[in-house]
């Protein structure tokens, strides 16, 4: 009976399949979320491995990619309460010297805007925990909240605005001007560029401001968040393992565990910003080709999703994913292929 079902009606089997799909999401979505896989990022070893004392440590960054990690910074938002305090990511940039001679952080406005409403301060730490010194977004990338307000959506629906600025930083150690820092590519894509990343997992909060990294060690894009909110994104989870960048901070003389594990969502698409924020191509000089890129082609991330320490490896598009792509990508996170 299957066979003769299969022979006559083969050409049901695709609708078959996604209703099954949606059906069992539906259902997950309301018992998840499920953990489908686990990956530990605190102890691998082998050719590529980081072994620094750094909390990057046992994850994979290929020496090419050392001075982007090198230049990746933590970006921590403390409020005058002591509530409802943020993070982010952010990166240093070569020979982007402020009147005082301190290279620039490069990272998203939604961190800084926060500091900014709240009379919060940005501290900066570097990826073995030290205190690089405090921060202050750059006077000329900041945008009043009526100006905001007039600038267009960003790559996460009903935000608007949110895109590349500028830090200001204050050090407090030498060791903040010897970070060679890193380079903005000199072909920049105009537009919202889409990631769909798995090594280790998708994108998580805290990764915002991190820079989109090419080939070549130059920053593409700036980290903003989910493009999109597929239930799924919800319902299945890949448990992380890896250094905590808070941890490494707190217990660097007494030596404790610093190792955790998070939930981070499965499959989920990540939107980034291009580097065109208000102010800061003049601040910073440039004079890049706004051309596509290749459509897809291997990146990579360094940053600070929930706290820990993750070096992404992935693949970007400059278009917003196509529905057989989103279903590609939600039978990833169905399956964990």
């Known amino acids: 009976m299957i066979r003769r079902f299969l022979r006559e009606r083969w050409h049901w089997l695709p609708w078959i399949v996604i209703v099954l799909y949606y059906v069992t999401v539906a259902i997950a979505h309301r018992l998840g979320p499920?953990?489908?896989?686990y990956k530990d990022m605190a102890h691998q070893s082998g050719p590529g491995i980081v072994a620094a004392h750094s909390?990057?440590?046992?994850?994979?960054?290929?020496?090419?990619?050392?001075?982007?990690?090198?230049?990746?910074?933590?970006?921590?938002?403390?409020?005058?309460?002591?509530?409802?305090?943020?993070?982010?990511?952010?990166?240093?940039?070569?020979?982007?010297?402020?009147?005082?001679?301190?290279?620039?952080?490069?990272?998203?406005?939604?961190v800084t805007q926060h500091a900014l409403r709240e009379h919060g301060?940005?501290?900066?730490?570097?990826?073995?925990?030290?205190?690089?010194?405090?921060?202050?977004?750059?006077?000329?990338?900041?945008?009043?909240?009526?100006?905001?307000?007039?600038?267009?959506?960003?790559?996460?629906?009903?935000?608007?605005?949110?895109?590349?600025?500028?830090?200001?930083i204050q050090p407090n150690t030498p060791a903040y001007d010897q970070i060679s820092g890193v380079e903005v590519a000199p072909r920049l894509y105009r537009g919202i560029m889409y990631a769909w990343f798995t090594d280790p997992a998708a994108l998580m909060p805290g990764i915002s401001g991190a820079a989109l990294?090419?080939?070549?060690?130059?920053?593409?894009?700036?980290?903003?968040?989910?493009?999109?909110?597929?239930?799924?994104?919800?319902?299945?989870a890949t448990e992380v393992t890896a250094h905590n960048i808070l941890k490494v901070f707190e217990t660097q003389e007494t030596g404790a565990n610093t190792i955790q594990s998070r939930t981070f969502r499965h499959g989920s698409i990540a939107a980034f910003m291009p580097v065109a924020g208000p102010g800061v191509q003049d601040i910073l000089h440039l004079q890049p080709t706004f051309a596509p890129p290749e459509n897809r082609f291997n990146v990579h991330v360094f940053g600070y999703p929930e706290g820990l320490c993750i070096a992404y490896h992935g693949q970007i598009q400059i278009s917003n994913p196509t529905r057989t792509e989103k279903m590609i990508s939600a039978m990833h996170a169905l399956t964990g292929l």
């Not at 933590?74 to 010297?97: C, E, F, K, T």
């Not at 903003?224 to 994104?233: F, L, T």
């Open 34 to 37: 499920f953990v489908i896989a």
């Open 55 to 110: 909390c990057f440590d046992g994850q994979r960054v290929p020496e090419s990619e050392r001075v982007a990690l090198e230049a990746t910074v933590y970006l921590y938002v403390a409020l005058p309460n002591g509530q409802n305090d943020i993070s982010g990511s952010g990166i240093i940039l070569r020979n982007s010297r402020t009147p005082q001679g301190h290279d620039r952080i490069l990272t998203i406005r939604h």
């Open 121 to 168: 301060k940005i501290y900066v730490f570097d990826q073995f925990g030290h205190k690089l010194g405090d921060a202050k977004q750059t006077p000329a990338t900041i945008l009043s909240e009526s100006r905001l307000a007039q600038e267009p959506d960003s790559g996460v629906p009903g935000v608007q605005g949110d895109n590349a600025v500028l830090l200001d």
């Open 213 to 236: 990294l090419n080939e070549h060690n130059q920053v593409i894009g700036i980290a903003e968040g989910a493009g999109d909110s597929h239930p799924h994104h919800y319902t299945f």
